[in-house]
């Protein structure tokens, strides 16, 4: 997917907790098209000489807006961190394929730490797309400590339960996310009920939701964070085995054949 390459005001620019700030640029085009899952890459200003673009997910689309949630870890991100209201960024998207804009059963939403952004724009398309008896999504988000914790009003404001674990119980149940997953995987196969899971985060979370999605046999969408450079193809630097249509195992590259992969295709 080509995308726009579009320039992009600054509406808002704040702080999301420490260390994570919230941006929301006016991007009419990219804002038309994109849907949950997909990314933009950004070309941070000051950096425009000097450095690769950034890519990021889109937290919120649509109304002509792009929201995307980051983290400050180094050199473009604490760049970015200072564009002020009113400066003109340069985006290209949207980019690769994201999650399935429809959910058969109980959309379970899993994240950890910056991955929680693409959840958070899947979690309002699934319920704009969905029947009005459609269960609603529940999302199981963990970290180390409370203050590992992003966006969670945002999530309760579209109607999303939220199901908490950290590492030293300062929020929620104490341990790992996948405990309060757990608990609800059993309830649901108790009853027979049917679930997709949609997860982003750090690569051991990635992993183990998937193996949970092939484990019970259900479907399962996994966004990989890769490195990327060119984010349109053509360096191969965000590798990822996947397992073809063919069921032969391939080189895919996660901005053009993902950032969304499908669980069961995934060569861990
Ligand atoms: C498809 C995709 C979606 C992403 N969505 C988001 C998002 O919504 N919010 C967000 O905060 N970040 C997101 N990222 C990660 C983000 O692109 C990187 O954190 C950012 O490029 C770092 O730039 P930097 O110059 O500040 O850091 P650098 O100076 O380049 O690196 C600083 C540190 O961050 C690590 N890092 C760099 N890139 C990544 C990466 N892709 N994943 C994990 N660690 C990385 C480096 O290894 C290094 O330790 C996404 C990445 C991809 C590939
Ligand atoms: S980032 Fe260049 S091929 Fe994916």
Not at 89 to 107: K, M
Not at 185 to 199: D, H, I, N, P
Not at 215 to 243: L, N, P
């Amino acid at each position: 997917m080509a995308g726009f390459n579009e320039t992009c005001r600054v509406l808002e620019h704040v702080d999301a907790a420490p260390g994570y700030r919230f941006l929301v640029l006016a991007a009419p085009k990219i804002a038309a098209a994109v849907t949950a899952g997909q990314f933009v890459h950004v070309r941070v200003p000051g950096l425009e000489k000097t450095a690769l673009r950034r890519p990021f997910s889109v937290f919120d689309g649509g109304d002509g807006k792009l929201t995307l949630l980051y983290k400050i870890v180094g050199r473009g991100t604490e760049a970015l961190k200072a564009a002020p209201v009113g400066c003109e960024i340069e985006v290209l998207g949207p980019l690769g394929y994201g999650f399935p804009s429809t959910c058969d059963g109980v959309p379970l939403l899993v994240g950890g730490g910056f991955g929680v952004a693409p959840l958070h724009f899947l979690a309002k398309t699934l319920l704009a797309n969905a029947k009005p008896d459609a269960p609603k999504p529940i999302l199981f988000v963990g970290g180390r400590t409370a203050g590992d914790l992003l966006a969670l009003d945002r999530f309760r404001a579209l109607g999303v339960e939220v199901r908490v674990a950290t590492n030293d119980g300062s929020a929620g149940v104490k341990g790992f996310v996948v405990d309060p997953l757990d608990d609800e995987l059993a309830a649901l196969r108790e009853k027979g009920e049917t679930f997709e899971l949609f997860t982003c985060g750090p690569d051991g979370l990635l992993h183990a939701v998937a193996m949970r999605a092939t484990g019970t046999g259900m479907k399962g969408w996994i966004s990989m964070d890769r490195h990327m450079i060119c984010g349109v193809g053509a360096c191969f630097a965000c590798i990822q085995k996947i397992k073809g249509a063919d069921g032969n195992v391939f080189n895919a590259r996660c901005c053009v054949n993902g950032p969304v992969f499908k669980a069961e295709d995934i060569v861990w």
